[in-house]
Nanobody
Framework: VQLQASGGGLVQPGGSLRLSCAASRFTLEYRTIGWFRQAPGKEREGVLC????????YYKDSVKGRFTISRDNAKNTVYLQMNSLKPEDTAVYYC????????????????WGQGTQVTVSS
């Protein structure tokens, strides 16, 4: 199983980015997808999750109202839309998913993408 996270880059504070999480030969539909991030010198933390039934769970309160997740099942891709970005959002962002179908956001993730760098700076 390969998860490919992409879409990171350098953006000014207040700007937006959309990250993508795609999988090859592995369907993301009906699976829980989580987005995580790791800033330099800090531990990895959960950001946001979409469950197998498309319910959103915010692991990180500070992104509520700014970040959201959506799916495009035809493209087998899940997106993390990030708006009103702040310097403290700077991190490597990872997507992760589960082996099983039909889970919620309080799961142990089995597969992880390689990460994409997001830098928020003026």
């Amino acid at each position: 199983v390969q998860l490919q996270a992409s879409g990171g880059g350098l953006v000014q504070p207040g700007g937006s980015l959309r990250l993508s999480c795609a999988a090859s030969r592995f369907t993301l539909e009906y699976r829980t997808i989580g987005w995580f991030r790791q800033a330099p010198g800090k531990e990895r933390e959960g950001v946001l999750c979409i469950s197998s039934s498309d319910d959103l769970t915010y692991y990180k309160d500070s992104v509520k109202g700014r970040f959201t997740i959506s799916r495009d099942n035809a493209k087998n891709t899940v997106y993390l839309q990030m708006n009103s970005l702040k310097p403290e959002d700077t991190a490597v962002y990872y997507c992760a998913t589960t082996v099983v179908f039909g889970s919620d956001c309080y799961v142990e993730y089995d597969y992880w993408g390689q990460g994409t760098q997001v830098t928020v700076s003026s």
